[in-house]
């Protein structure tokens, strides 16, 4: 009897030992997978946050490199408009206007940065977590941004105001132009006039003058003082180099020299008057042409 019921103890004994045990394995497989899941969960966490430090460093170093493009061609820009000694050197529209295109060029990539710019600091702005580095790092760049459009805008500024300069000294090239152009032109104006010699002197083109007996002797004809210039025709004279007149040539007022020009008739009552030497002809700038 006594046997029976030691033998029942121990078997209590064991089945209780061996629920403690299965309790106890229980609680370790729990944890071990509230650990792992723990475990997991950091893992996705780290990779995620090295994911978006990844990424906001590229859009970081994408601005820098855009950055950096603006400048080097700013900087190009810069020695297009100035001469070696800062004088303006843009006097062509074409180039004034390629530049203004680079100048717009460069300020729509600054544009387009301040948006990343934007988007950067809206997403740090909205991390769980706050990263001081990449915070500081997107406000010196935003100052860098800042800085860069600052000096486009001074660029496309002073480019602009080149427009007013060169404007006005293309006014004034323009101005001389045309004085030059109406010196030259009087310069290169000569006058004559053809008729028969009393018509000329009826019209106060010529006149008799010196001679003696009452002008009956010795008498030359010569060119009224203060002749009418709307009387005669104008011609170039360094183009023109014959006249055509109706009748025959008796004489040729003022007087020049037979070197420096020729007289030939043509059919008819025709006849042509050509200057052989235009520079000393035309010295008198005045030429009355008496025809028979």
């Given at each position: ?31 071990v ?31 820098y ?23 303006p050197?843009l ?61 486009v ?38 006058y004559y ?19 003696f007996?009452?002008?009956?002797v ?75």
């Amino acid at each position: 009897m006594k046997t029976t019921i030691a033998v029942g103890l121990a078997l209590g004994v064991i089945l209780l030992v061996g629920c403690e045990d299965n309790a106890r394995t229980a609680d370790l497989e729990k944890e071990v997978v509230r650990m792992e899941g723990q475990s997991l969960a950091l893992r996705q966490d780290i990779e995620a946050r090295d994911k978006y430090i990844d990424e906001v460093m590229q859009a970081v170093n994408l601005v820098y490199k855009d950055l950096e493009k603006a400048k080097s061609k700013e900087a190009t820009l810069k020695q297009k408009t100035q001469g070696v000694e800062g004088q303006p050197v843009l006097s062509s529209e074409q180039i004034r206007q390629s530049v203004l295109d680079q100048i717009s060029a460069i300020g729509s990539s600054l544009t387009e940065n301040r948006k990343r710019l934007a988007g950067l600091q809206s997403r740090l702005k909205a991390s769980d977590v706050k990263y001081a580095s990449l915070e500081e790092m997107v406000q010196n760049l935003k100052q860098t941004l800042e800085q860069r459009e600052q000096s486009v805008a001074m660029l496309e500024a002073q480019v602009k105001g080149l427009e007013g300069t060169v404007a006005e000294k293309a006014q004034v090239i323009v101005e001389k132009e045309n004085v030059i152009a109406d010196q030259r032109n009087r310069l290169n104006t000569a006058y004559y006039v053809v008729g028969k010699r009393d018509e000329l002197k009826k019209k106060g083109i010529i006149s008799d003058e010196g001679g003696f007996l009452w002008g009956l002797v010795g008498t030359t004809t010569v060119l009224s003082s203060g002749v009418d210039q709307t009387q005669f025709t104008t011609v170039d004279w360094t183009k023109d180099q014959t006249i055509h007149v109706e009748g025959k040539v008796v004489e040729i007022i003022p007087k020049r020299s037979g070197e420096f020009f020729a007289v030939a008739q043509v059919e008819g009552n025709r006849g042509d008057l050509t200057i052989t030497r235009p520079d000393k002809f035309w010295q008198e700038k005045f030429l009355v042409v008496v025809v028979d």
